[in-house]
């Protein structure tokens, strides 16, 4: 292939011609190298810390003719210039760096002459921007890079005013450089220098633009174009602003894309999956609002499995892909150490870390390495997109850290509040319960929860998201119990499995044979991987595979230790050889590797942890020593078995979730009797122990974690009476002898909230939160959950099922502590009459047959607010078999006909009536015992029927009219009834009820 020639008239690009040694003039400055010129360096490629070649661009006239140099200076192909490159006659053809020419039109200049620069729009030039300073000033005697033939490098020596050739135009603040003989003829006019980039030597950033056409009265060339002070508004602040934005630049240049780059590393693809997460738009929601809010940090808390830490990657993610990006920070638990005082010394390790990567990735002008956590939050604060720091796992930090939890989070809240920085923590209730209540008030987002500080709760997906998590795993929705099916990690370890499984199991599959199946195949995957590394084959493999479970497992009973439920360096290596592995393993290498490969364990700081914190305690608690174990916790008592010392060991709270495996696989193994004699023991353990969090806490997160509660109601009957007992006595009365709990209240394990949530039939169900609805807070007296709420969220969700349970209620006359006058009886009407609307129909049919006193006072109130319900109940009754639903039908039909309003509804009744008068010799009981009639006689249906007829007759007349036509009516007949019109309800508003008094009653509107 034929090279490209120069023109003789052609200047040489900076990368083509070598700069020749230079001899300083006795009034120049030598460069720092000795050279006087060119710093030894001819070419931009072959010093690190100049910009490559593709980044320059030259432009020239029609009949190539040099006009000048520019550089990229965006990802959009904006090119930044001197002005006097473009003002010129003719038009402009810009040459990239394979000698390319493109045509410029005059709407692509934007021409900028009283700042002498000159902003050129281009298309395809694939070339790296340019970083522009940030600095509104260059010193005096600053080092600069510069394009004038080759690069070299000069000195600033002073900001002058200085006027261009064509006297036009007047710069006070010019740039006046040092440069050598050889460089000050380079940057005469017309030597094709103008518009060349000059870089700070320090941040390798543009500092200014060279020009030749300026001059002052001592001097004609060696003159360069600041690109600030720039104007607050304009194309040119336009552009300094997406430079800033977009293209990253270190130093004292330091810019808001040098901060998204350094963090963006520090988060970096390990939370990437090949099925990307379900949002959760209440949680999108919610770190929305504190990224708006005045609150510096929020607690993300949940279960291990729940998503804690996807949630955390998918906000990083939406910051990274904001139209406005934000600088996002990434820490564990783990990468803090004993010495640190708060949050600011786990980031300023990260943001080290996270250089080297930058450094090694590309070449890089100015130390990543010296930025501070304190100037990045600086910077972002400034820059309106506050720095962001996430916490995960922080229950994994060393135990001097946590042992003076008070200091490190005082010293965290005092250096947030300093730079302006957010902190998002995920995390466990077991820790956030201790640390949350150590942070100001003031500066936590979200709502209190039961025994926590404020915070954001995160728990299972909701049916929609689970839908749509099951259809990207291509998990259909019958293969996992219904317990289990909204779980996010057992949904996404059980896409792993099915993947592997030639078919799909039979039966719904639980969480505990996910986690069983999952670890199998972690295992085998190992061995495969150990196996093509050492050369086992066939039935060897499997052999391997038995090893490597055996390996795991022996991890996670080391695990068990004192720590944090990690590894240390030491043990890892010990189980998982990182060279050759002892006989009993098989020999062969890479064991530490493999392992670390297929995610079954991951680093975490100074050591290794399992991959997923749920399959740890899963599997931790298989080989927990629970009997020990709850001497310890719960028994006060040493492995020797002494009373005499009863000083538990430091067990940090976080750590329950073995514990809680160890008795959920108690039932598994042994039954559910045996685990309920366990249960008993800690709720007694409640009154007695000094201090009741763990027994507690054991109790409801294994009571939660049962697939099916029924066999345990013999504890959870006695331990609802004792919830109740406590939290229903009076404020300030003591509850008699021995405080439960040990301490001025109950725990907040048993919150409503727990009851609703156990795996119970809704009978029993109901019937615990019967023994508990006496323990409520008086409705608006406190911010606290009520049971009647949990109650009134059942009967809302499934009214079909609950109805009947709370019209069993009905016998229940205990009165409401916080309620003057109401009764658990009566708080059921409310609640009945408050979800009505759910299923009147429904209501009305179960009222009926209920037969019990407050079903027909209900029945009453009813008949005037649901006529339509009550008309269509008395048609379906007049058409029964059943004499006592005709006797109902008869004196309910007479008490909703004044409140009949519609056609449809008179019509209804009309039928009603008819189809009584077809069976005159129908029996004249009144229903459910209750009396609308004098002693010594009642109406028979027929007659009833005669009244109600008469009563439609009178349609259109006020209801006064119809009641005393029905009166009329009824007198005509046997002389000793009294008109049901008379019965209250069907008086005016002015004549009380025990059914309108029950609903005016507060439990009405509890």
Same mark, same amino acid.
């Given at each position: 292939?034929?090279?490209?020639?120069?023109?003789?008239?052609?200047?040489?690009?900076?990368? +083509?011609?070598?700069?020749?040694?230079? $001899?300083?003039?006795?009034?120049?400055?030598?460069?720092?190298?000795?050279?006087?010129?060119?710093? &030894?360096?001819? *070419?931009?490629?072959?010093?690190?810390?100049?910009?490559?070649?593709?980044?320059?661009?030259?432009?020239?006239?029609?009949?190539?003719?040099?006009?000048?140099?520019?550089?990229?200076?965006?990802?959009?192909?904006?090119?930044?210039?001197?002005?006097?490159?473009?003002?010129?006659?003719?038009?402009?053809?810009?040459?990239?760096?394979?000698?390319?020419?493109?045509?410029?039109?005059?709407?692509?200049?934007?021409?900028?002459?009283?700042?002498?620069?000159?902003?050129?729009?281009?298309?395809?030039?694939?070339?790296?921007?340019?970083?522009?300073?940030?600095?509104?000033?260059?010193?005096?005697?600053?080092?600069?890079?510069?394009?004038?033939?080759?690069?070299?490098?000069?000195?600033?020596?002073?900001?002058?005013?200085?006027?261009?050739?064509?006297?036009?135009?007047?710069?006070?603040?010019?740039?006046?450089?040092?440069?050598? $003989? /050889?460089?000050?003829?380079?940057?005469?006019?017309?030597?094709?220098?103008?518009?060349?980039?000059?870089?700070?030597?320090?941040?390798?950033?543009?500092?200014?633009?060279?020009? $030749?056409?300026?001059?002052?009265?001592?001097? +004609?060339?060696?003159?360069?174009?600041?690109?600030?002070?720039?104007?607050?508004?304009?194309?040119?602040?336009?552009?300094?602003? *997406?430079?800033?934005?977009?293209?990253?630049?270190?130093?004292?240049?330091?810019?808001?894309?040098?901060?998204?780059?350094?963090?963006?590393?520090?988060?970096?693809?390990?939370?990437?999956?090949?099925?990307?997460?379900?949002?959760?738009?209440?949680?999108?929601?919610?770190?929305?609002?504190?990224?708006?809010?005045?609150?510096?940090?929020?607690?993300?808390?949940?279960?291990?499995?729940? &998503?804690?830490?996807?949630?955390?990657?998918?906000?990083?993610?939406?910051?990274?892909?904001?139209? *406005?990006?934000?600088? $996002?920070?990434?820490?564990?638990?783990?990468?803090?150490?004993?010495?640190?005082?708060?949050?600011?010394?786990?980031?300023?390790?990260?943001?080290?870390?996270?250089?080297?990567?930058?450094?090694?990735?590309?070449?890089?002008?100015?130390?990543?390495?010296?930025?501070?956590?304190?100037?990045?939050?600086?910077?972002?604060?400034?820059?309106?997109?506050?720095?962001?720091?996430?916490?995960?796992?922080?229950?994994?930090?060393?135990?001097?850290?946590?042992?003076?939890?008070?200091?490190?989070?005082?010293?965290?809240?005092?250096?947030?509040?300093?730079?302006?920085?957010?902190?998002?923590?995920?995390?466990?209730?077991?820790?956030?319960?201790?640390?949350?209540?150590?942070?100001?008030?003031?500066?936590?987002?979200?709502?209190?929860?039961?025994?926590?500080?404020?915070?954001?709760?995160?728990?299972?997906?909701?049916?929609?998201?689970?839908?749509?998590?099951?259809?990207?795993?291509?998990?259909?929705?019958?293969?996992?119990?219904?317990?289990?099916?909204?779980?996010?990690?057992?949904?996404?370890?059980?896409?792993?499995?099915?993947?592997?499984?030639?078919?799909? %199991?039979?039966?719904?599959?639980?969480?505990?044979?996910?986690?069983?199946?999952?670890?199998?195949?972690?295992?085998?995957?190992?061995?495969?991987?150990?196996?093509?590394?050492?050369?086992?084959?066939?039935?060897?493999?499997?052999?391997?595979?038995?090893?490597?479970?055996? =390996?795991?497992?022996?991890?996670?009973?080391?695990?068990?230790?004192?720590?944090?439920?990690?590894?240390?360096?030491?043990?890892?290596?010990?189980?998982?050889?990182?060279?050759?592995?002892?006989?009993?393993?098989?020999?062969?290498?890479?064991?530490?590797?493999?392992?670390?490969?297929?995610?079954?364990?991951?680093?975490?700081?100074?050591?290794?942890?399992?991959?997923?914190?749920?399959?740890?305690?899963?599997? =931790?608690?298989?080989?927990?020593?629970?009997?020990?174990?709850?001497?310890?916790?719960?028994?006060?008592?040493?492995?020797?078995?002494?009373?005499?010392?009863?000083?538990?060991?430091?067990?940090?709270?976080?750590?329950?979730?073995?514990?809680?495996? /160890?008795?959920?696989? #108690?039932?598994?193994?042994?039954?559910?009797?045996?685990?309920?004699?366990?249960?008993?023991?800690?709720?007694?353990?409640?009154?007695?122990?000094?201090?009741?969090?763990?027994?507690?806490?054991?109790?409801?997160?294994? #009571?939660?974690?049962?697939?099916?509660?029924?066999?345990?109601?013999?504890?959870?009957?006695?331990?609802?009476?004792?919830?109740?007992?406590?939290?229903?006595?009076?404020?300030? =009365?003591?509850?008699?002898?021995?405080?439960?709990?040990?301490?001025?209240?109950?725990?907040?394990?048993?919150?409503?909230?727990?009851?609703?949530?156990?795996?119970?039939?809704?009978?029993?169900?109901?019937?615990?939160?019967?023994?508990?609805?006496?323990?409520?807070?008086? %409705?608006?007296?406190?911010?606290?959950?009520?049971?009647?709420?949990?109650?009134?969220?059942?009967?809302?969700?499934?009214?079909?099922?609950? =109805?009947?349970?709370?019209?069993?209620?009905?016998?229940?006359?205990?009165?409401?502590?916080?309620?003057?006058?109401?009764?658990?009886?009566?708080?059921?009407?409310?609640?009945?009459?408050?979800?009505?609307?759910?299923?009147?129909?429904?209501?009305?049919?179960?009222?009926?047959?209920?037969?019990?006193?407050?079903?027909?006072?209900?029945?009453?109130?009813?008949?005037?607010?649901?006529?339509?319900?009550?008309?269509?109940?008395?048609?379906?009754?007049?058409?029964?078999?059943?004499?006592?639903?005709?006797?109902?039908?008869?004196?309910?039909?007479?008490?909703?006909?004044?409140?009949? *309003?519609?056609?449809?509804?008179?019509?209804?009744?009309?039928?009603?009536?008819?189809?009584?008068?077809?069976?005159?010799?129908?029996?004249?009981?009144?229903?459910?015992?209750?009396?609308?009639?004098?002693?010594?006689?009642?109406?028979?249906?027929?007659?009833?029927?005669?009244?109600?007829?008469?009563?439609?007759?009178?349609?259109?007349?006020?209801?006064?009219?119809?009641?005393?036509?029905?009166?009329?009516?009824? +007198?005509?007949?046997?002389?000793?009834?009294?008109?049901?019109?008379?019965?209250?309800?069907?008086?005016?508003?002015?004549?009380?009820?025990?059914?309108?008094?029950?609903?005016?009653?507060?439990?009405?509107?509890?």
């Amino acid at each position: 292939m034929n090279e490209r020639r120069p023109r003789p008239d052609e200047t040489p690009r900076p990368d +083509e011609t070598p700069c020749p040694d230079e $001899t300083p003039r006795p009034d120049e400055t030598p460069s720092p190298d000795g050279t006087g010129g060119c710093g &030894g360096a001819s *070419r931009p490629g072959d010093h690190p810390f100049l910009p490559p070649d593709r980044s320059l661009v030259r432009f020239r006239d029609p009949l190539g003719r040099p006009r000048g140099v520019g550089f990229l200076a965006d990802h959009h192909g904006t090119v930044l210039t001197g002005h006097e490159v473009v003002d010129g006659p003719g038009p402009l053809v810009v040459e990239d760096a394979d000698g390319r020419g493109h045509a410029v039109n005059a709407d692509a200049v934007t021409a900028l002459p009283e700042l002498g620069l000159a902003l050129v729009r281009t298309e395809g030039l694939d070339g790296e921007p340019l970083p522009l300073t940030v600095r509104d000033h260059v010193e005096a005697g600053a080092y600069v890079r510069l394009t004038a033939g080759c690069w070299r490098e000069a000195r600033v020596l002073a900001a002058v005013p200085a006027t261009s050739t064509h006297g036009s135009h007047l710069l006070h603040g010019a740039l006046e450089l040092a440069i050598g $003989t /050889a460089g000050r003829d380079a940057l005469r006019r017309g030597g094709g220098a103008a518009g060349g980039p000059v870089l700070d030597a320090a941040t390798g950033a543009v500092v200014a633009v060279l020009s $030749t056409a300026l001059s002052t009265g001592h001097r +004609e060339a060696g003159f360069a174009v600041p690109l600030r002070p720039a104007p607050s508004d304009g194309p040119l602040a336009d552009l300094l602003a *997406r430079n800033a934005a977009t293209v990253p630049a270190y130093g004292a240049d330091l810019n808001p894309a040098a901060l998204l780059e350094l963090t963006a590393t520090s988060v970096g693809s390990d939370f990437l999956t090949a099925v990307p997460p379900v949002e959760r738009p209440v949680i999108a929601r919610e770190f929305a609002d504190f990224a708006e809010g005045p609150a510096a940090v929020l607690a993300l808390v949940g279960a291990p499995g729940s &998503g804690r830490t996807t949630e955390l990657a998918s906000l990083a993610a939406r910051r990274a892909r904001d139209p *406005r990006p934000a600088p $996002t920070l990434w820490l564990r638990g783990a990468d803090l150490r004993e010495e640190d005082v708060s949050i600011a010394d786990a980031a300023r390790r990260a943001l080290t870390r996270a250089a080297r990567i930058v450094t090694a990735s590309r070449p890089v002008q100015g130390d990543p390495g010296e930025l501070t956590p304190e100037r990045l939050a600086r910077l972002a604060r400034s820059a309106g997109r506050p720095l962001l720091l996430l916490l995960d796992g922080p229950e994994e930090m060393p135990p001097a850290p946590a042992g003076r939890l008070r200091e490190w989070t005082d010293g965290t809240a005092g250096w947030l509040r300093e730079t302006g920085a957010r902190l998002v923590v995920a995390c466990r209730a077991e820790y956030w319960e201790e640390a949350g209540a150590r942070y100001p008030a003031e500066l936590l987002h979200g709502r209190p929860a039961p025994a926590l500080p404020p915070c954001v709760l995160l728990g299972d997906l909701t049916p929609a998201e689970a839908r749509e998590a099951r259809a990207r795993y291509g998990v259909p929705d019958a293969e996992l119990t219904h317990a289990d099916a909204r779980h996010p990690l057992t949904l996404r370890l059980y896409a792993e499995v099915r993947a592997a499984l030639p078919e799909a %199991p039979g039966v719904p599959v639980d969480r505990d044979a996910v986690l069983a199946a999952h670890l199998d195949l972690m295992c085998l995957r190992v061995a495969v991987r150990l196996a093509a590394e050492n050369g086992v084959r066939g039935t060897a493999v499997r052999l391997l595979a038995a090893k490597v479970a055996g =390996q795991v497992h022996e991890a996670a009973r080391r695990s068990l230790g004192p720590g944090q439920g990690a590894l240390d360096r030491a043990a890892f290596e010990a189980v998982f050889p990182w060279g050759p592995a002892p006989a009993r393993l098989g020999g062969g290498t890479g064991w530490a590797s493999a392992v670390l490969a297929e995610g079954v364990f991951v680093p975490a700081g100074a050591g290794y942890r399992f991959a997923h914190e749920e399959l740890a305690d899963w599997i =931790q608690g298989a080989h927990l020593d629970l009997d020990e174990a709850l001497n310890v916790l719960v028994r006060a008592r040493g492995r020797r078995g002494s009373l005499a010392d009863t000083r538990p060991l430091p067990v940090p709270h976080h750590r329950i979730g073995p514990v809680v495996q /160890a008795l959920l696989l #108690l039932a598994r193994h042994h039954g559910p009797r045996r685990l309920s004699d366990t249960l008993g023991e800690l709720t007694a353990a409640l009154r007695a122990g000094p201090d009741a969090w763990w027994a507690a806490r054991l109790l409801g997160e294994t #009571l939660r974690g049962v697939p099916d509660a029924t066999p345990y109601l013999a504890v959870l009957r006695p331990l609802a009476d004792l919830v109740a007992r406590w939290r229903g006595r009076p404020a300030g =009365q003591p509850a008699g002898g021995a405080e439960p709990w040990g301490r001025a209240e109950p725990p907040s394990e048993f919150a409503p909230d727990f009851w609703a949530t156990l795996a119970l039939p809704v009978d029993a169900r109901l019937d615990l939160l019967r023994r508990l609805v006496v323990a409520d807070a008086a %409705p608006h007296a406190v911010d606290a959950p009520r049971y009647l709420d949990a109650v009134a969220r059942l009967l809302n969700d499934d009214p079909l099922a609950v =109805q009947p349970q709370l019209a069993l209620w009905f016998d229940d006359e205990r009165p409401l502590p916080a309620t003057p006058h109401a009764t658990v009886a009566t708080a059921a009407q409310a609640l009945l009459h408050t979800h009505r609307h759910a299923a009147p129909d429904d209501l009305v049919e179960l009222l009926a047959a209920r037969a019990h006193a407050r079903a027909d006072e209900l029945l009453a109130v009813l008949a005037e607010e649901e006529p339509s319900a009550l008309c269509r109940a008395v048609h379906r009754w007049a058409h029964d078999e059943r004499p006592v639903r005709r006797v109902a039908a008869t004196a309910y039909a007479l008490r909703v006909a004044p409140h009949a *309003r519609t056609a449809a509804d008179r019509e209804l009744l009309r039928h009603t009536a008819h189809a009584l008068l077809t069976r005159p010799a129908d029996p004249a009981p009144a229903p459910h015992g209750e009396t609308v009639v004098r002693p010594d006689g009642v109406p028979a249906p027929h007659e009833g029927a005669l009244v109600l007829l008469h009563v439609l007759a009178d349609a259109g007349a006020p209801a006064l009219s119809r009641r005393v036509t029905a009166r009329a009516a009824l +007198e005509n007949g046997p002389a000793s009834v009294v008109s049901p019109c008379d019965a209250p309800s069907l008086r005016g508003p002015s004549h009380s009820t025990h059914a309108d008094a029950g609903r005016g009653h507060p439990a009405w509107h509890s």
